[in-house]
């Protein structure tokens, strides 16, 4: 049921390029006609290399070198050593190697944990504003607010509501609920995880209420009718129209969020300043202080050049297996 | 709107994106000879405050040389970063404030004018300079990198009023001490002494000074880390107790790294600080300079063999020029104006520093009790920070993981001999 309905909205490029009623405007080809789409083109290509690739092969050069302050200014003197930092960073046997372990774990654990409760809160929500009803639009743009503030603002408002004696988190978990005795740490020690994840939820699940609503505009009303004649409940639903439905936008909206998550600097950095704590300390994070605190920016682009194939073996993998299956389904 | 419209709208919009993401990469250094780039680091109460103190001192330059000097103050937590950038792309301010225990460590880089005899010729004469003070503006035997500009040192600030009513008559003179009157200090949600627990430059001059008290070092002759000695292990386990085991250090204050210990004391929360100047800051938060006593940061009753009588490192701001300047004759020239015995005594005054020139020093605005025992200090118990290009590096995994020691203790989690060795040798195994 799900396949033959997926048709319109599944594969965007097909109706486009099959599409017969644009031949008559096509006009005949003239040399002003073939310059303009690379002069379109243009600007966006010199700046994806600016912005990407060129500072991407710069990284993979500098993990190629001991790039340490004695050699920052003019990187010709910086002595070629291949492979070395790899090693260095990559011994699992060292305390480099060890802690940029640790921390890896505890970026995976991160991840997946905030795209999970993102999407949990992202798909309720959506399903819940599905029908129109009073106060719809009200509710959400009040949903989106976390996701339009500023990531600095929004951010430095919680390090404040999670500080241990003058935050409002414990002022009203100890002083006022009377829920502890002790006012416990947020932001140090084992906590500190899970204030950076409660922190993450907040900021991106916002988007994922935003993709799966756009998502859920796309279901025609009719399935629902059909289900509903046929006998079928809330969660069944839910579980053989809303979610088959969906599947392409889930699709790319958990490889997204998790790459986001993955790659998150930003929260951790302003909830914490420049050192998280061990428990929530991220590999951003972690990548920052061995580059930028250490002055060793060979050994920090090595590990920066590790995410990187790790992250690109994770979205291949992701996109063949889900891809796959779809061509199984098809 | 017709597709061709279109066409050259979307044309437009991309070409102006492309011209603004390249109009943030402009060149700071100042191209003409009248002008420079001055950037200051933060030392009044706020990066506003200094623009105010600095602006008329410029003007002053500038009406001198008729070269206009753009000021940007930029915070401590910046500062290293843009410093180091800066010397990185050789793009960047022509004359700089640098913390002066950083010195070795940007000097490595190269990208700082040398101090030579004819440069420090150029700035007013190297006997002008506090011998203390230049000695903490580079690596032994190689120019300077830097010249001082303000001098400062640790004291222990502690509230009259608290010790008043504790019935402890004269401040602590040693550690023990220090301890014992923190515990009578230490009730009624009150708290003996405020630590900036999670700021590791804070934790790392504490660590060198207690180092030196157990007769550690954090570098060899060869220069090589040498983190986790029993020495250094001891020192540190020393620091962290006042929280760990004395319990006379609030646990809050493993989070602190906005001066919020200066606002603790400031407040009466905390009876005593450890800290560097803090008369000008302690006076915007309204504390009077009567209610607080300044005095020697305290030593070890009885010091192990070997032990230094240290208690404070040689603190202070440097002025650097960067080689890449455009305006190296008016660069130094401002130097010169900045280290002048007049601007030496405006500027040290409303700081609370001392000058860094020997010639201004024994101006009457520096006999004030914080400037005297600040003097004392750096005249008979002050060391500099080892002058070694690792310095910035032992600073951050040090003081990081003294930070993670207070966030252990804060927790009631025990701080060991052992766990204490642990964090420092992973600490030394970072370095390279």
């Not at chain 1, 997926?6 to 006009?27: F, I, L, N, Y």
């Not at chain 2, 910046?78 to 950083?102: E, F, Q, Y």
């Not at chain 2, 032990?307 to 300047?325: D, E, L, P």
Request: charged share 15%; net charge neutral; glycine share 6%.
């Amino acid at each position: 049921m799900a396949t033959s309905t997926t048709a319109p909205d599944a594969d965007q490029r097909e109706p486009r390029a099959g599409s017969p009623a644009r031949k008559p405007v096509r006009r005949p080809r003239g040399p002003r006609r073939s310059l303009l789409p690379y002069l379109l083109l243009a600007p966006a290509i010199v700046l994806e290399l600016a912005i990407h690739v060129i500072p991407m092969v710069v990284g993979v050069w500098m993990s190629l070198l001991e790039l340490t302050q004695f050699h920052i200014r003019d990187w010709s003197t910086a002595p070629f050593i291949g492979l070395e930092n790899y090693r260095a960073t990559l011994d699992l046997n060292s305390a480099a190697g060890k802690e940029l372990l640790h921390s890896f774990w505890v970026t995976l654990a991160y991840s997946l944990l905030s795209v999970g409760f993102a999407w949990l809160l992202g798909i309720s929500a959506a399903v819940v504003l599905q029908r129109p009803f009073r106060g719809r639009a009200i509710l959400r743009a009040l949903f989106l607010t976390p996701y339009a503030l500023p990531v600095y603002a929004a951010v430095i408002t919680w390090s404040f509501l999670l500080q241990r004696d003058t935050g409002l988190v414990n002022h009203v978990l100890v002083d006022q609920l009377g829920l502890m005795n002790d006012r416990p740490f947020w932001l140090i020690g084992d906590n500190s995880f899970w204030s950076l994840l409660v922190v993450s939820v907040w900021r991106n699940w916002p988007f994922a209420f935003l993709c799966l609503m756009a998502g859920l505009q796309n279901v025609p009303g009719e399935l629902y009718e059909a289900a509903a004649i046929d006998g079928a409940g809330f969660w069944r639903r839910l579980r053989s129209v809303t979610l088959p439905m969906l599947r392409p936008v889930n699709l790319v909206l958990l490889l997204v969020l998790f790459l986001w998550t993955f790659n998150d600097f930003n929260t951790p950095f302003v909830l914490f300043g420049g050192s998280a704590p061990e428990q929530a300390d991220l590999i951003s994070i972690h990548i920052y202080r061995s580059s930028f605190k250490t002055w060793d920016f060979g050994s920090g682009s090595a590990m920066s050049v590790a995410l990187l194939l790790f992250l690109l073996v994770v979205s291949a993998a992701y996109l063949l297996i889900t891809n796959r299956r779809r061509d199984d389904h098809a | 709107m017709s597709r061709r419209h279109l066409g050259i709208f979307t044309a437009a919009v991309l070409a102006a994106a492309s011209l603004t993401a390249c109009g943030g990469s402009g060149d700071d250094s100042a191209a003409s000879p009248k002008t420079l780039t001055y950037w200051a680091s933060n030392q009044g109460a706020s990066l506003e405050a200094d623009k105010t103190i600095l602006q008329p001192e410029l003007d002053k330059f500038e009406k001198q040389t008729g070269i206009k000097v753009t000021v940007e103050v930029v915070p401590w937590s910046d500062l290293l970063n843009r410093l180091l950038a800066a010397a990185a792309s050789g793009k960047g301010p022509d004359v700089v404030n640098i913390g002066n225990t950083w010195s070795a460590s940007l000097q490595a880089t190269g990208a700082l004018v040398e101090f030579d005899d004819a440069a420090l010729q150029a700035v007013g004469g190297k006997d002008r300079i506090v011998p203390a003070a230049l000695a903490a503006a580079g690596a032994p035997g190689k120019p300077p990198a830097a010249v001082p500009l303000y001098s400062m040192a640790y004291s222990l600030y502690y509230n009259k009023k608290s010790f008043a009513d504790a019935g402890i008559t004269a401040p602590p003179t040693t550690w023990e001490q220090l301890a014992e009157y923190g515990k009578k200090l230490s009730t009624g949600g009150k708290w003996g002494l405020a630590i900036e627990g999670a700021n590791p430059s804070e934790n790392a001059h504490h660590a060198f000074t207690f180092s030196q008290q157990y007769g550690g070092e954090w570098f060899d002759s060869a220069g090589k880390p040498t983190f986790d000695t029993p020495q250094n292990v001891s020192a540190i386990k020393r620091y962290i107790d006042f929280m760990a085991a004395d319990k006379i250090t609030n646990p809050s204050n493993a989070e602190y790294a906005q001066n919020q210990s200066v606002s603790d004391f400031a407040n009466g929360k905390a009876a005593m600080l450890l800290w560097q100047s803090a008369g000008s800051n302690l006076k915007t938060q309204n504390m009077p300079a009567d209610a607080y006593g300044v005095a020697p940061v305290p030593f070890l009753a009885s010091p192990p063999a070997g032990g230094k009588k240290v208690n404070s490192m040689v603190a202070g701001i440097n002025m650097a020029v960067f080689k890449h300047t455009k305006n190296k004759d008016g660069a130094l020239s401002f130097v010169k104006f900045m280290t002048s015995d007049e601007e030496q005594t405006i500027l040290n005054k409303t700081y609370g520093s001392l000058p860094a020139v020997k010639t201004a020093a024994s101006d009457p605005a520096f006999t004030a009790p914080e400037q005297k025992t600040i003097q004392e200090t750096l005249v008979t118990t002050a060391a500099p920070l080892p002058q070694v290009p690792e310095e910035s590096t032992f600073e951050t995994l040090v003081g990081t993981a003294m930070k993670e020691l207070f966030a252990d203790a804060a927790s009631g989690k025990p701080v060991t001999e052992e766990s204490v060795k642990a964090k420092l040798t992973d600490a030394q195994q970072k370095m390279r």
